[in-house]
């Protein structure tokens, strides 16, 4: 099983590590070539200026598109989110308000509960994170900070303001990998 | 909801390092190089009163930017903005962390505000940036609290032969930890003037336990590539994009070389027709009172 995990720039390294780690192959996409024959699909934290400059660069945006939209199980993290909101690959039907909860001093870990997510809380990691400010009627909201969502989920799309990469918390690349052997009774975003 | 949350954390810390691997980092002094930069895929700024080049050509002493400054370069971009405070001046720190900066750079490019101690980042919310020439000097400042580090190099030089010295010298130094007997570890760890601790952990991770980018003399795209290839984790760039000839296209060309250094026809198109770098200063005509990479303990 193949997972593609956007190396623009970001934490990609963190994702692709966990991913191995439970067996999956992470390759690095830099490129639309690079986005063949993919089972699965991560969009890591980073800055989401820079990786959508980045996306525009290398003319990803469609391609990404494409393959998100035609069932690929995909999960984005915190830049990640932001990059597939309405403002820019309008793949999930949100708007983000980016460091929604202030500069990095306010940056900070807490345990979430997420819906559906058997297991117990998680610990969560929120850097500079963005939340969201509104979600359409076909995005399920699994969690919530300060009353505001930090986790959507939307046919294959799962996105978290937070960053699962960065613990030792293996659930959300875990979903990812199930979605992916999962039959194929996939609804695309 | 009343979640409680933990700030401050070493992993939030070095959490936004993580954030900014595969980026660039670009010294801006006033908000439009600021603007500039962000447009041109900087993954964060450095917020300057001046660029390293200008801070050895004007001599004297070189100290914290005015908060105005940096107040009006954080109001231009979303992008996180650094800021550097002397090394060992905490109330500089202090300053920096009351304007919610969103990364301090103790740096060596200021002028040393304590000959013998480094700031106390334990102390801090906000995290810190450190330079070091070598595993032991960034396991220090690790020690310290240090979230991420960056190889000195020597600022404002243009000449990228100092930067790949120090990345060489860390990286061999991992490799040779990695080739010891455990019992042989302590013994490395008094060597290098280095925790015990930290040195198990480069051994474990081979690596530094905390994000590492390349500084200092980085001024063309090539020289970006040669860093990630040599094991940096992105690069600062200081003088080497508003002392070029065209900044915008020098700022893009780096961003996208640091991304593609593995991929040599990349890193040539991200190269063609930039104009002329800064002109660069070769490190011998420095002296020994020239370089800025001895300062630091």
Known sequence: MTIGVLALQGDFEAHADLLAALGADARAVRTPEELSDLDGLVLPGGESTTMTLGIERERLAGPLRELIRSGTPTLATCAGLIVLDRQHLGILDVTTRRNAFGRQVRSFETQIDLAGMPGGPLCAVFIRAPWVEEAGPGVEVLAEVDGHPVAVRQANVLAVAFHPELTEDTRLHRWLLDSVSAPRARTAA | ?297
């Open chain 2, 1 to 297: 909801m009343a979640e409680v949350k933990d700030t401050a954390t070493f992993r939030v810390k070095a959490g936004l390092a993580e954030m900014l691997k595969g980026g660039v980092i670009m010294d801006v002094v006033t908000a439009e190089q600021a603007r500039i930069a962000e447009a041109a895929g900087a993954v964060a700024v450095m917020a300057l009163e001046r660029v390293p080049a200008d801070i050895r050509a004007a001599g004297g002493v070189a100290r914290m930017a005015d908060p105005t400054k940096i107040e009006e370069i954080q109001g231009a971009v979303t992008i996180p903005v650094m800021a550097k405070a002397r090394i060992g001046h905490f109330a500089e720190a202090q300053v920096l962390e009351a304007l919610e900066v969103d990364y301090v750079d103790e740096s060596e490019v200021l002028t040393p505000a304590d000959e013998s101690n480094h700031i106390d980042k334990w102390a801090f919310n906000v995290p810190f940036v450190c330079g070091a020439t070598n595993l032991g000097e960034a396991l220090r400042r690790i020690a310290e609290g240090a979230a991420m580090i960056r190889t000195k190099g020597e600022a404002g030089t243009g000449n990228v032969v100092e930067a790949v010295r120090h990345m060489r010298a860390i990286q061999g130094e991992v490799r040779r930890l990695g080739s010891l007997d455990p019992a042989e570890l302590p013994s490395a760890a008094k060597a290098l003037q280095a925790p015990l601790d930290l040195v198990r952990m480069v051994v474990e991770k081979r690596g530094l336990p905390v994000v590492n980018f390349s500084a200092g003399g980085i001024a063309t795209p090539a020289d970006a590539a040669l860093m990630m290839q040599l094991g940096a984790e992105g690069v600062f760039v200081g003088s080497g994009i508003f002392k070029s000839e065209d900044p915008e296209r020098t700022a893009n060309a780096i961003v996208e070389a640091t991304t593609h250094f593995d991929d040599p026809a990349r890193v040539a198109g991200a190269s063609r027709d930039l104009g002329a770098a800064m002109a660069g200063i070769e490190i011998a005509a420095l002296g020994d009172d020239g370089l800025i990479q001895t300062r630091g303990w």
